[in-house]
């Protein structure tokens, strides 16, 4: 999709017929829409996702009230929203007013009428990809931390497509259920039957363990984030006391992380000297009686014997001895060799015999290493649990001090810490156990699936409803299985294509990872977790959505019946830059039209002027003002403007007739 024009009419701000040409250059991919905070380009942003999916940001005030205040005073209670785009070299308008909605396709100046347009408008770009195609800057830093509506790893579905194959498996399962109870109906009283019915039960039991496992990861996230809002205020408090005692919590937290990495390294170490070392140690008188054996026989010639069975073979067949004599049969000394037989050793017995040797002595081998193996690991976990106890310790302390710091606002806060923190830590216990649950119901299920696919083959019957089944179940299994690659690899492509703008932008050596529970955090060359800045949280959401985009523009010719295709889409974006110093402005500017076709900034003066001018001046095809005007009089107040390509633009403008915004042309450069 590339968007050609925007015609509102008593839209919000926007009193009468306004009209917006964006440019669409790939050379100068950008339009430039000034305005100042108020004045309407939340607004603007909101008419476009209004007219393609009836609905608004989050941050969209009043969205029930979309009629301009003055249209409405003077009776004229119509409004609409057109947009005018280009997908696949054909021209599509977008019409939508408060009680209709059409899509039609432009030919030669004719308007052909687009069927089912809601359904035409998903296949372009999908309801719930929408929301990272048209946003709101102001929300990025919730996205980075995971707590934002859609969070993460909903966004990474969202742009994979995943809604319609997550709605195939709920499906699926249904027919299952539905299966089973069918089977029961027809023989209640067989153990099959029995069997059946206590399979959909374990099923049941699975599928509400793993709702709960999500819930239990957003809860975590969303107390996580709150969590970090509390030492964002404490370290930024008024009062000395309260940030020096924040900032040493943030060490001493970033200490404790460190040390919690050791002791799960600790504990995984412990783990696998039990695995190595087991069978050595359990062993070990069998080894010593085993090599003593072998030794001993050795000795006295019986293993192996001091003659090979193919050589006597050899010597018997060919009626001659190695010494050139020969040997006849029925002759004392074919006789005589003809005894060896019961002392030649076979050469597999000898190969065994060998093996069984060297398996012995390398279990010795494992047996003195062992003792200082176990002391060596026990004693790095014993000192690493004891440091994490001892800072653990300190931390209590740190907020003990904290709360006695006679401050009520101080108290509070530090309270309600103490409470989400205590939440954390129960959730992350409930995680575990329902994680363990989900393992455990699981087992249960396949052993349980086992039995009944073995009883299931003597009965023709029943044999036929679990062919059935275990067809459902395939299904399910290729399904879940694609989802879960799919996304593992796209998470994995996005963290490269983060950690690419990070190492050429950043200052610092950091690096971004998105961990298995969705959560993007910055590590730096240590790995040690990052605390971010409001700066860098902006950053890395600003970063994340563009390479989403990226991904979702790789995607759009995507074939295969389980995944929605990706989306070619503008990126329209109000108040990106927030509170990027200039520096990262310019660099972030600078990036996003390289990865994406068509970008829509909606800039305030304290976005635009400065670095982000000179950034992108040179890739801008369209430029716009929105002008504040206002039917009262000037009084003491000033006349706002905005510089823009040296020269001078009005903000607001006061004695006009109606109030209302204004969309201004200053510049067209294709």
């Known amino acids: 999709m590339i968007l050609k024009s925007l015609e509102l009419k008593n839209f919000r701000q926007f009193y009468g017929t306004q009209h917006i040409k964006f440019s669409v250059d790939p050379n100068k991919n950008i339009t430039l829409i000034h305005a100042e905070n108020g004045v309407g380009k939340t607004a603007l942003l909101n008419s476009i996702l209004w007219c393609f999916y009836k609905r608004t940001t989050p941050n969209f005030s009043i969205p029930t009230q979309l009629i301009n205040n003055w249209a409405k005073k003077e009776n004229k209670n119509s409004f609409y929203v057109h947009v005018e785009f280009e997908e696949n070299g054909q021209t599509f308008s977008v019409q939508r007013s408060e009680n209709s909605f059409l899509i039609f396709r432009i030919r030669n100046g004719n308007y052909e009428s687009v069927r089912n347009p809601f359904y035409f408008l998903n296949t372009i770009i999908p309801n719930d990809m929408a929301d990272y195609f048209f946003f709101q800057g102001e929300g990025m830093g919730s996205i980075a931390s995971g707590t934002r509506k859609s969070g993460i790893r909903n966004a990474v579905r969202d742009i994979l497509g995943f809604t319609v194959a997550e709605k195939a498996l709920e499906s699926i399962r249904y027919a299952r259920t539905e299966l089973r109870k069918e089977y029961q109906k027809l023989d209640k ?55 020096q005692k924040q900032l040493f919590r943030d060490a001493k937290e ?75 049969p029925g002759s004392t000394a074919f006789g005589e060799i003809q005894k060896l037989m019961a002392k030649a050793a076979d050469s ?18 494992d047996l003195r290493r062992a003792p200082d193996a176990f002391k060596n690991t026990l004693k790095f ?71 009944v696919n073995r009883l299931s083959k003597t009965v023709p019957q029943a044999a036929k409803f679990q062919k059935r089944l275990n067809y459902t179940k395939s299904i399910e299994d290729a399904l879940s299985e694609t989802l879960e690659k799919t996304e593992e690899s796209i998470r994995i492509k996005l963290i490269s294509e983060i950690n690419k703008f990070l190492e050429k932008f950043v200052r610092q050596d950091f690096k971004a ?23 860098q949280t902006l950053l890395l959401s600003l970063t994340f959505i563009s ?34 110093d200039n520096t990262y402005k310019a660099n972030v500017a600078k990036e996003i039209p390289n990865s994406v076709g068509q970008v829509i900034f909606l800039l305030s003066s304290g976005h635009w002027e400065g670095t982000v001018e000179h950034a992108i001046r040179e890739k801008v095809g369209h430029e716009y003002n929105l002008v504040l005007e206002i039917a009262g009089d000037q009084g003491r107040k000033k006349i706002d403007a905005i510089k823009v390509d040296g020269k001078t633009y009005p903000t607001s403008r006061y004695t006009c007739e109606v109030d209302k915004t204004l969309i201004e042309e200053i510049g067209r450069y294709v």
């Not at 017995?349 to 060297?358: D, F, G, L, P």
């Not at 998105?514 to 605390?531: C, F, P, Q, T």
């Open 189 to 243: 009283s067989s153990d099959l039957s029995k069997m059946q019915k206590q399979l959909g039960e374990l099923e049941s039991e699975k599928e509400f363990t793993r709702k709960e496992i999500e819930h239990c990861e957003k809860e975590q996230l969303s107390l996580s984030e709150r969590l970090k809002e509390i030492d964002e205020q404490l370290r930024n408090s008024n009062h000395d006391l309260v940030k």
């Open 381 to 451: 976990l014993s000192d690493s649990q004891s440091s994490l106890d001892r800072e653990q310790q300190k931390l209590k302390e740190i907020s003990l001090e904290i709360s006695g710091i006679n401050f009520e606002d101080i108290k509070n806060k530090e309270e309600l810490r103490r409470q989400l923190d205590n939440q954390l830590k129960e959730t992350i216990k409930q995680q575990a156990g329902f994680n363990y649950k989900f393992k455990d119901t699981d087992k249960k299920i396949q052993k349980l699936d086992g039995e």
């Open 547 to 580: 390479a989403l985009i990226n991904i979702a523009k790789l995607r759009a010719k995507a074939k295969g019946n389980i995944l929605t295709p990706g989306a070619i889409a503008p990126f329209v974006i109000d108040a990106p830059f927030g509170v990027l």
């Open 254 to 328: 970033r200490e404790v992380s460190e040390l919690s990495s050791f002791v799960r390294k600790a504990l995984e170490d412990k783990t696998k000297l039990v695995s190595d070392f087991a069978i050595s140690v359990f062993s070990q008188k069998i080894v010593k009686l085993g090599i003593e054996f072998i030794d001993e026989k050795e000795l006295k010639g019986k293993i192996p014997a001091p003659y090979n069975v193919q050589l006597v073979e050899d010597i018997l067949s060919e009626k001659k001895c190695i010494c050139g004599a020969d040997v006849h």
């Open 513 to 535: 990872t998105i961990s298995d529970n969705y959560s993007l955090e910055l590590k730096d060359r240590n790995n040690n977790a990052v605390g971010k800045s409001d700066g």
């Open 348 to 365: 597999l017995v000898v190969s065994r015999v060998t093996r069984a040797r060297s398996q012995l002595t390398a279990i010795k081998k």
